[in-house]
């Protein structure tokens, strides 16, 4: 269970979240949606603990621990994953050193067993086939010079192997085609399951197609202002997010 | 002492300071006003991180030779040169002169070991590379942070032949890696690479001149390095096309990283240009560590620390990919890996 409780959030001295509140259960997935400038990418670095982005007030708990006192990396190793809009290149690392390297910190942290070589390989080569991915692909610096639509399948994949338990998905469809946004979502609804939330941040109904909701939260200036089933996802999409802004401003 | 250099430990007039426009960075005389005692003798302990690579050896102890200072290459040799330091506070001297044959092919793997503290060791080298010949040479510097380490060679790549250099440093109170090569060109080939990564209050110069005397010949350096806590980088690159020298293509490029904010980078490339018809170019960048890559990395569970270290091995090892000697590039990887 996620729980976010008046949470405040500013970048330098401008404050962009100002008392969020949001239940997560688990098992579920909840989007949050909302006009540009409402705080939705700062949600997704908040929760995964940019530096930059400070909580002022209010807390997070996931499964019983506070995140907001956790770094980035043990929040990856209590299971928090978020998929970036951008995913970032990282060039001289491959992706499969990188994934590696990452697995077996988060195993290390929460004191398993690291994953040997061949047995990594062996996972590895199963999800990248799930995925429709190129083995040889991950042979290359991570991110650099991948489409869009592969750099996209690269955090699918790396969800997949790091097996998250909370899942934030930040306008994961943001530069995708129909074709490679159905893949993403399929990779995305392969992970769903009674132990894993996810919290899918977005602007544009269309992902909503793919990644059937629980539950849809509206985010204007800082705030869940409305809260409702599948069906709000529909309505904002035709009348816009104009009725939220008066509203919250 | 030779001709060729002109630092003589037991004459402090000879010391530079930065009144010499080619020592601004690396002021001697700063740290050392006096000539120091000679450094007494020193037994040799480790076989050295080239030993599985085999080969002859060159070896100095607290510049006291062990066996011979000269060597003659052909065919397909390996050499390692061993200027190894064990002293406090004292100094001391070593100039070896290693010549290749038309035809051979030497990997010559160089080592600056250093144990003890606070001694002054300068190191020479004497390096001609026949018409024809082809000579690797790898230098691999670790010494004390209090030490000061002068390393100079004299290189002289005749017409088509090919030297290619990698450096990699890890700073010392001063240490200075010069390299000055004369490079005769028709054909031949002059690589004058290095890396630099440095912690504490480290300070590593790699100082390279290259004098293209003559046409058609090409020059490509990559110089990379890592500065972290209070350390320091030099870099001065220079490259001389001399009149009559057409043709030449030269291709300098020296890139950096600053991991805190007390570290500092000089660097100082030039590209002295005296005939018509020729390519050159140079870049020089210095940057930090991605700020947006460390907080990817993190957010899948890398802890800082060692996202930092997988980041700047990253950046470093472009320069170690480009020794083209397998059995070196491998020791090397894992020299520096050792060291992130």
């Given at each position: 269970m996620l729980s976010i409780s008046n949470l405040h959030v500013s970048v330098g001295d401008k404050p962009i979240l100002k008392g969020l509140t949001l239940d997560v259960p688990?098992?579920?997935?909840?989007?949050?949606?909302?006009?540009?400038?409402?705080?939705?990418?700062?949600?997704?670095?908040?929760?995964?603990?940019?530096?930059?982005?400070?909580?002022t007030e209010g807390s997070v708990e996931w499964n019983g621990a506070d995140l907001l006192d956790l770094d980035p990396a043990e929040r990856a190793a209590k299971g928090v994953f978020l998929s970036f809009q951008y995913p970032i290149e990282i060039p001289g690392v491959p992706a499969l050193t990188f994934v590696r390297t990452a697995l077996n910190a988060q195993r290390r942290a929460r004191g398993e067993e690291e994953v040997s070589a061949?047995?990594?390989?062996?996972?590895?080569?199963?999800?990248?086939?799930?995925?429709k991915m190129d083995f040889d692909m991950l042979k290359r610096p991570l991110n650099v010079g991948f489409s869009g639509g592969e750099k996209k399948r690269m955090e699918i994949l790396q969800m997949a192997l790091l097996e998250p338990s909370l899942l934030i998905l930040d306008e994961t469809d943001s530069g995708l085609d129909i074709d490679a946004l159905r893949i993403v979502a399929d990779g995305v609804n392969a992970l769903r399951s009674p132990e894993r939330s996810m919290l899918v941040i977005t602007h544009y109904q269309r992902l909503l197609d793919y990644i059937k909701p629980d539950r849809v939260h509206v985010l204007a200036a800082g705030r869940i202002v409305a809260s409702g089933g599948p069906e709000l996802a529909l309505q904002l999409e035709a009348e816009g997010y104009d009725k939220y802004l008066p509203a919250a401003a | 002492m030779s001709a060729l250099f002109d630092i003589d430990l037991a004459d402090a007039s000879t010391f530079p300071s930065r009144r010499t426009e080619a020592w601004k960075y690396s002021d001697l005389k700063r740290y050392l006003r006096e000539a120091p005692q000679p450094s007494p003798t020193a037994a040799i302990g480790a076989p050295g991180p080239f030993y599985d690579l085999g080969g002859e050896a060159i070896v100095f102890a607290n510049g006291r030779a062990v066996g011979v200072t000269d060597f003659i290459a052909s065919g397909d040799q390996t050499l390692r040169l061993r200027y190894i330091s064990d002293a406090v506070g004292t100094g001391h001297s070593a100039g070896a002169r290693?010549?290749?044959?038309?035809?051979?092919?030497?990997?010559?793997?160089?080592?600056?070991?250093?144990?003890?503290?606070?001694?002054?060791?300068?190191?020479?080298l004497e390096l001609d590379v026949a018409a024809g010949?082809?000579?690797?040479?790898?230098?691999?510097?670790?010494?004390?942070?209090?030490?000061?380490?002068?390393?100079?060679?004299?290189?002289?790549?005749?017409?088509?032949?090919?030297?290619?250099?990698?450096?990699?440093?890890t700073g010392a109170r001063l240490q200075r890696v010069e390299t000055r090569v004369d490079h005769h060109a028709r054909g031949a080939h002059v690589q004058a690479d290095g890396l630099y990564l440095l912690n504490g209050a480290r300070q590593a110069d790699l100082t390279s001149v290259v004098r293209h005397l003559d046409r058609d010949g090409t020059t490509s350096q990559l110089i990379k390095g890592v500065a972290r806590d209070a350390a320091r980088g030099v870099f001065q690159g220079k490259i001389v096309v001399e009149r009559g020298a057409d043709g030449t293509d030269a291709r300098m490029g020296h890139h950096a990283l600053i991991a805190s904010e007390r570290a500092e980078i000089d660097a100082k490339p030039e590209l002295i240009i005296y005939a018509d018809d020729v390519q050159c170019a140079h870049g020089n960048t210095v940057g930090a560590l991605d700020e947006s890559a460390l907080f990817y990395m993190q957010q899948r569970g890398v802890p800082a620390d060692e996202a930092r270290a997988l980041l700047t091995q990253a950046f470093l090892i472009e320069v170690v990919d480009r020794i083209e000697h397998e059995g070196a590039r491998e020791v090397v990887r894992e020299w520096l890996t050792a060291r992130l």
């Amino acid at each position: 269970m996620l729980s976010i409780s008046n949470l405040h959030v500013s970048v330098g001295d401008k404050p962009i979240l100002k008392g969020l509140t949001l239940d997560v259960p688990a098992g579920e997935v909840h989007a949050v949606m909302g006009p540009n400038g409402a705080g939705k990418s700062t949600l997704g670095y908040a929760l995964s603990g940019r530096p930059g982005y400070e909580a002022t007030e209010g807390s997070v708990e996931w499964n019983g621990a506070d995140l907001l006192d956790l770094d980035p990396a043990e929040r990856a190793a209590k299971g928090v994953f978020l998929s970036f809009q951008y995913p970032i290149e990282i060039p001289g690392v491959p992706a499969l050193t990188f994934v590696r390297t990452a697995l077996n910190a988060q195993r290390r942290a929460r004191g398993e067993e690291e994953v040997s070589a061949p047995e990594f390989l062996k996972l590895v080569k199963a999800a990248s086939k799930a995925l429709k991915m190129d083995f040889d692909m991950l042979k290359r610096p991570l991110n650099v010079g991948f489409s869009g639509g592969e750099k996209k399948r690269m955090e699918i994949l790396q969800m997949a192997l790091l097996e998250p338990s909370l899942l934030i998905l930040d306008e994961t469809d943001s530069g995708l085609d129909i074709d490679a946004l159905r893949i993403v979502a399929d990779g995305v609804n392969a992970l769903r399951s009674p132990e894993r939330s996810m919290l899918v941040i977005t602007h544009y109904q269309r992902l909503l197609d793919y990644i059937k909701p629980d539950r849809v939260h509206v985010l204007a200036a800082g705030r869940i202002v409305a809260s409702g089933g599948p069906e709000l996802a529909l309505q904002l999409e035709a009348e816009g997010y104009d009725k939220y802004l008066p509203a919250a401003a | 002492m030779s001709a060729l250099f002109d630092i003589d430990l037991a004459d402090a007039s000879t010391f530079p300071s930065r009144r010499t426009e080619a020592w601004k960075y690396s002021d001697l005389k700063r740290y050392l006003r006096e000539a120091p005692q000679p450094s007494p003798t020193a037994a040799i302990g480790a076989p050295g991180p080239f030993y599985d690579l085999g080969g002859e050896a060159i070896v100095f102890a607290n510049g006291r030779a062990v066996g011979v200072t000269d060597f003659i290459a052909s065919g397909d040799q390996t050499l390692r040169l061993r200027y190894i330091s064990d002293a406090v506070g004292t100094g001391h001297s070593a100039g070896a002169r290693v010549a290749a044959r038309a035809g051979a092919r030497l990997l010559l793997l160089e080592t600056h070991e250093g144990a003890g503290s606070a001694y002054v060791a300068h190191n020479t080298l004497e390096l001609d590379v026949a018409a024809g010949a082809e000579v690797t040479r790898i230098v691999l510097v670790e010494e004390p942070e209090d030490a000061l380490s002068i390393a100079q060679a004299q290189v002289k790549v005749e017409a088509g032949g090919v030297f290619r250099q990698t450096v990699i440093a890890t700073g010392a109170r001063l240490q200075r890696v010069e390299t000055r090569v004369d490079h005769h060109a028709r054909g031949a080939h002059v690589q004058a690479d290095g890396l630099y990564l440095l912690n504490g209050a480290r300070q590593a110069d790699l100082t390279s001149v290259v004098r293209h005397l003559d046409r058609d010949g090409t020059t490509s350096q990559l110089i990379k390095g890592v500065a972290r806590d209070a350390a320091r980088g030099v870099f001065q690159g220079k490259i001389v096309v001399e009149r009559g020298a057409d043709g030449t293509d030269a291709r300098m490029g020296h890139h950096a990283l600053i991991a805190s904010e007390r570290a500092e980078i000089d660097a100082k490339p030039e590209l002295i240009i005296y005939a018509d018809d020729v390519q050159c170019a140079h870049g020089n960048t210095v940057g930090a560590l991605d700020e947006s890559a460390l907080f990817y990395m993190q957010q899948r569970g890398v802890p800082a620390d060692e996202a930092r270290a997988l980041l700047t091995q990253a950046f470093l090892i472009e320069v170690v990919d480009r020794i083209e000697h397998e059995g070196a590039r491998e020791v090397v990887r894992e020299w520096l890996t050792a060291r992130l």
